[in-house]
C-alpha cells in the first residue's frame, strides 16, 4: 500500500470502496504524532469550507476532544453523557443515530459532533465485541461504523472534516474507512518526520489487516501538509526538501506558516476567522491569513476535483 516505489510516488493506493452517498467527501486530518497541528487544521478548514458555502461537519474523533473547544463547546461542560460520536457508533442498546449528537456552532453553516473521554470507549468495547462477536451489532463490523454512522445524515452535507486522535487506535482506523480523503500534517523536524514514518508503517499494517477481514478503502487523495514552518530556519527547510524529494506532489504546495497569530488565538480557544487582527500587528494576521487561504484553498481544490471525478 505505502511506499510502493523509492520515490513514493504511488505511495499509497488501496482497493475501491464503494460509499453510499457518492457526493459526500470526508477528510481525515491525521498523524499519531503529537502536537503535529491536527486540531488547528481541521478547525481552520471547516470553517473555511463552511465561508466558502460548503455544508460542513466537523466530528471530534478524540477524546481531549480539542477541536470542540476550538469551535466553542467544551468537553466538560457542555458534552453530557450518550452525546459524542461515541453514542453513534457503540455497540450496545444505547446507541443513538447520529443525527441526534450533531450540534450547531456559532459558524453559518457548520455542525459539530463533539468529543470527550466517553470516545475512550470505543478502544474498550472493540476487542471485547470482536471478542464476542458482536462487532457487529448494529450492522456495522468496527472499521466500518463512522462510514455507517455518517451515511445517515450524508444529505444534509457536502462536507465532513474529522479531527483525530494522535494515536492509531480503533477511533482512528474507523475513522480512516470513513473517510475519502486524508490530510497528514506534518511539522517538519527531523524528529517528527521519523515518527510519521513509523505512522505510515502502522498503518500500512493495520489496513491490512482491516483489507483481511473484507474492509475496503480507497482515497480520493492523500497529501501531507507542513505545519507550524519556519521557511527562515535552515534545518526544516532542509526536511522539507527531503519530503518534496521523496513524496512530490503528495505534499501540498502550500505550508502552513508557524505564526503567533494562530498560537495566540489557540490560547483563548478561537481560530484565525473568528479573532480578527483584534491585538496582533496587522502584518502577522495578513501573513498568517494569506498562508491560511493558501492551505485551504489548495484542499478545496483537491476536493472540487474529486467531486469533478465522481
Ligand atoms: N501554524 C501554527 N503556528 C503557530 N502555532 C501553531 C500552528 N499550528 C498549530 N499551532 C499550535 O501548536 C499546538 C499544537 O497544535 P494542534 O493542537 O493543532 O496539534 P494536534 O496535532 O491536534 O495535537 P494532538 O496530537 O495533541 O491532538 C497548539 O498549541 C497550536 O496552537
Ligand atoms: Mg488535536
Redesign the pocket.
Known amino acids: 500500500m505505502f511506499a510502493r516505489s523509492a520515490r513514493g510516488r504511488e505511495a499509497i493506493e488501496f482497493v475501491p470502496h464503494r460509499r453510499e452517498n457518492e457526493h459526500l467527501q470526508v477528510l481525515a486530518v491525521t ?1 499519531f ?10 478547525a481552520h478548514l471547516a470553517q473555511y469550507l463552511a465561508l466558502q458555502g460548503y455544508r460542513v461537519l466537523a466530528v471530534d474523533l ?1 477524546p ?1 476532544a ?1 477541536l470542540s473547544a476550538l469551535l466553542g463547546v467544551l468537553p466538560e461542560l457542555n458534552v453530557g453523557h450518550n452525546e459524542t460520536l461515541y453514542a453513534a457508533i457503540r455497540y450496545d442498546e444505547d446507541r443513538r443515530p447520529l443525527g441526534d449528537v450533531i450540534r450547531n456552532t456559532y459558524f453559518d453553516g457548520l455542525d459539530l459532533v463533539p468529543g470527550n473521554l466517553e470516545l475512550m470507549e470505543f478502544e474498550h468495547t472493540t476487542p471485547k465485541a470482536l471478542a464476542d462477536g458482536s462487532a457487529s451489532d448494529g450492522g456495522a463490523i468496527f472499521f466500518a461504523r463512522i462510514a455507517s454512522a455518517l451515511d445517515d445524515v450524508a444529505e444534509d452535507y457536502d462536507v465532513v472534516v474529522i ?1 483525530c ?2 494515536q492509531l487506535g480503533f477511533l482512528t482506523l474507523s475513522g480512516l474507512c470513513a473517510a475519502t480523503s486524508m490530510i497528514v ?1 506534518v511539522h517538519p523536524q527531523m524528529l517528527d518526520v521519523s515518527s510519521m514514518s513509523q505512522f505510515l508503517l502502522m498503518t500500512r499494517d493495520l489496513l491490512g489487516v482491516v483489507r483481511d477481514a473484507g474492509g475496503q478503502l480507497k482515497f480520493d487523495f492523500v497529501r501531507y501538509l507542513l ?3 519556519e521557511p527562515q530556519d535552515a534545518p526544516q527547510t532542509k526536511v522539507v526538501a527531503l519530503l518534496r524529494n521523496l513524496f512530490d506532489d503528495h505534499v501540498l504546495t502550500n505550508p ?8 495566540d ?3 483563548t480557544k478561537q481560530t484565525l476567522y473568528e479573532i480578527g487582527p483584534g491585538n496582533l500587528t496587522r502584518s502577522t494576521y495578513d501573513r ?1 491569513m494569506e ?1 491560511l487561504s493558501a492551505v485551504n484553498g489548495e484542499i478545496e481544490e483537491l476536493m472540487r476535483a474529486a467531486w469533478g471525478r465522481s
Open positions: 498523524n504524532k503529537g502536537g503535529s497541528g491536527k486540531t488547528t487544521t481541521s478524540d481531549q480539542s479531527d486522535p494522535p500534517t505545519t507550524r514552518y502552513m506558516v508557524k505564526s503567533a497569530a494562530i498560537s488565538a489557540g490560547l498568517a498562508s
